[in-house]
């Protein structure tokens, strides 16, 4: 059996920030040549740089990585901004968020006020439902909890076989055992 198994998610956010990019770059392009006969220097080349952190960070890296699942955990990734080690012991049930595609899905990493869920998502198809059994926090959505976890993968289908496979591989808690919660 492999060690991981590696999980695409959708591109629309990726898109999307490509072309707002393109056009913040064109705007600052066209505000240097119209607007100022020798156009100076520093601010040029800083609004380049920032410019390039952003596309390299915010566009670049979530073509680079991956959710993955492995003997015992579900790792989900966005970037390098966003990774949430999640065990399989600390999930109540993961399946299909059918009922979550019906209402408007926020694309990448968010955290409505209000409600429980976060939503780690890259498109608006083949959604998942990650219920946990205690809210966890995360840090990238601004240190709020969250009970479920909603994100995408490409294969749905093949998502939720190869979790229950590895899911069935775990031996059973033996609670009567000495530190029976410490178990992994």
């Known amino acids: 059996m492999e060690k991981r198994l590696a999980f695409g998610y959708g591109r629309t956010l990726v898109l999307g920030r490509a072309v707002w990019l393109a056009a913040a770059s064109a705007v600052v392009g ?3 040549a119209v607007f100022t006969s020798s156009p100076p220097l520093l601010p040029i080349v800083l609004l380049t740089s920032v410019l390039v952190v952003y596309g390299l960070l915010f566009i670049v890296t979530p073509l680079l990585t991956e959710h993955w699942i492995t003997r015992s955990r579900l790792i989900l990734r966005q970037g390098w901004y966003f990774r949430a080690v999640v065990r399989f012991t600390e999930i109540e049930a993961i ?9 408007r899905v926020p694309l990448g990493i968010n955290r ?3 409600q429980p869920m976060l939503f780690v998502t890259g ?3 083949n959604l998942v439902a990650c219920r946990l059994r205690e809210p966890r926090r995360f840090w990238q959505a601004f240190g709020l909890s969250a009970r479920e976890i909603v994100f995408d993968v490409d294969d749905r289908d093949r998502f ?3 979790f229950d496979e590895r899911q069935r591989l775990l031996p059973p808690v033996q609670p009567d055992r000495p530190h029976a919660e410490l178990r992994d």
């Open 160 to 162: 939720l076989a190869a």
């Open 95 to 103: 399946s299909s968020a059918s009922e979550v595609e019906r209402q």
């Open 30 to 32: 066209v505000f240097f």
């Open 123 to 125: 498109g608006r198809t």
């Open 112 to 114: 409505p006020f209000g």
